[in-house]
């Protein structure tokens, strides 16, 4: 059977973008399971005990299998390797990372992959990204994971969602990782640290 996670930030006794999370488990939940029913995940998990950035993992199927608690630490991104992979789908959320964890590995010299799917950008191993072109933030149109920091940028016009090809790269000079944990802009770097799989 399936297992799913669900990655939430604490901080100051605060959860940040609960209706995200709750949205996509019940999406999750309700393609995988048909059940419908609304678990909010407010009610199960304790925020007001954590000040410092903290990750709240939930591992899940039917029902809530575990519910653990991790001091986060942001981990240093400069530099990402291409990857070209076309069979992946990462649609929901799953707890089985083994082919992310795989193409992770082939990563030469840079710090992570960013994900090529049928020639167009998605994301990098554990982030979504958005590119920079002097005006505008672009995420992709497509990404393996919508994330929820992804939605809520999104949501607010901080980033505007387009297929972007391999060779659009060079119509933009910044780039920007950022999950349910990274805020936007914490790890920001240029393109040209983005090497192709020959390089």
Same mark, same amino acid.
């Given at each position: 059977m399936c297992q799913f996670i669900e990655s939430i +930030?604490?901080? $100051?006794?605060?959860?940040? $973008?609960?209706d995200f999370h709750n949205q996509r488990?019940?999406?999750? +939940?309700k393609a995988y399971f048909n059940i419908t029913e609304f678990l909010d995940i407010k009610s199960i998990? @304790?925020?007001k005990e954590y000040s410092k950035r903290t990750k709240c993992r939930i591992k899940y199927n039917e029902s809530i299998i575990s519910i653990e608690y991790f001091t986060y630490y942001l981990r240093?991104? $400069? @530099?990402?390797q291409l990857i070209q992979y076309n069979n992946i789908d990462y649609s929901f959320k799953k707890y089985d990372r @083994? %082919?992310?964890n795989e193409l992770f590995s082939k990563r030469n010299n840079c710090d992570d992959i960013l994900i090529v799917k049928n020639n167009l950008l998605t994301d990098t191993s554990t982030c979504n990204i958005a590119l920079f072109n002097g005006q505008d933030w672009y995420t992709p149109q497509k990404p393996l994971l919508k994330g929820v920091q992804r939605q809520y940028l999104l949501s607010k016009g901080l980033i505007k969602a387009k297929d972007i090809h391999i060779s659009?790269?060079?119509q933009y000079n910044r780039i +920007?990782?950022?999950n349910a944990l990274i805020t936007f802009g914490e790890i920001e770097f240029p393109t $040209? %640290?983005?090497?192709?799989e020959q390089e």
């Amino acid at each position: 059977m399936c297992q799913f996670i669900e990655s939430i +930030r604490i901080e $100051n006794g605060k959860i940040w $973008n609960i209706d995200f999370h709750n949205q996509r488990m019940h999406e999750t +939940r309700k393609a995988y399971f048909n059940i419908t029913e609304f678990l909010d995940i407010k009610s199960i998990i @304790s925020p007001k005990e954590y000040s410092k950035r903290t990750k709240c993992r939930i591992k899940y199927n039917e029902s809530i299998i575990s519910i653990e608690y991790f001091t986060y630490y942001l981990r240093p991104i $400069n @530099s990402l390797q291409l990857i070209q992979y076309n069979n992946i789908d990462y649609s929901f959320k799953k707890y089985d990372r @083994s %082919l992310l964890n795989e193409l992770f590995s082939k990563r030469n010299n840079c710090d992570d992959i960013l994900i090529v799917k049928n020639n167009l950008l998605t994301d990098t191993s554990t982030c979504n990204i958005a590119l920079f072109n002097g005006q505008d933030w672009y995420t992709p149109q497509k990404p393996l994971l919508k994330g929820v920091q992804r939605q809520y940028l999104l949501s607010k016009g901080l980033i505007k969602a387009k297929d972007i090809h391999i060779s659009d790269l060079i119509q933009y000079n910044r780039i +920007r990782l950022f999950n349910a944990l990274i805020t936007f802009g914490e790890i920001e770097f240029p393109t $040209n %640290l983005i090497y192709k799989e020959q390089e």
